[in-house]
């Protein structure tokens, strides 16, 4: 049984960090696509980074400069720095894998991905 697990997200003021975390257990992490998403209240998801198994990461371009997204293969952990934050980052962050190791960008549709975790809340005031 594949599990996604989130963490660290959180309520912070603007110009902010949080760092997201996502644990990933009943397979063999290292050679899948890795993603993180977030959807905002009465948006659709959308994808924000993600990073195939060479490390080569893409972003979203609202995100670029500010968000890293990064794999700990040994740990099975995925992991997505969040600095510089503003209140349109606000809203509910997932990972997802899939292990489909081609065409691993921040621009693929969920349908991409086979697993889910449950979410982490990341709220920005202003």
């Known amino acids: 049984q594949v599990q996604l697990v989130e963490s660290g997200g959180g309520s912070v003021q603007a110009g902010g960090s949080l760092r997201l975390s996502c644990v990933v257990s009943?397979?063999?992490?290292?050679?899948?696509?890795m993603g993180w998403f977030r959807q905002a209240p009465g948006k659709e998801r959308e994808g924000v980074a993600s990073?195939?198994?060479?490390?080569?990461?893409t972003y979203v371009d609202s995100v670029k400069g500010r968000f890293t997204i990064s794999r700990v293969n040994t740990k099975n952990t995925l992991y997505l720095q969040m600095d510089s934050l503003k209140p349109e980052d606000t809203g509910m962050y997932y990972c997802?894998?899939?292990?489909?190791?081609?065409?691993?960008?921040?621009?693929?549709?969920?349908?991409?991905?086979?697993?889910w975790g449950q979410g982490t809340q990341v709220t920005v005031s202003s």
């Open positions: 990073v195939p198994s060479d490390g080569s990461a």
């Open positions: 009943g397979y063999t992490y290292s050679s899948y696509c």
């Open positions: 997802a894998a899939d292990p489909d190791p081609d065409d691993c960008f921040s621009g693929s549709p969920e349908s991409r991905y086979t697993w």
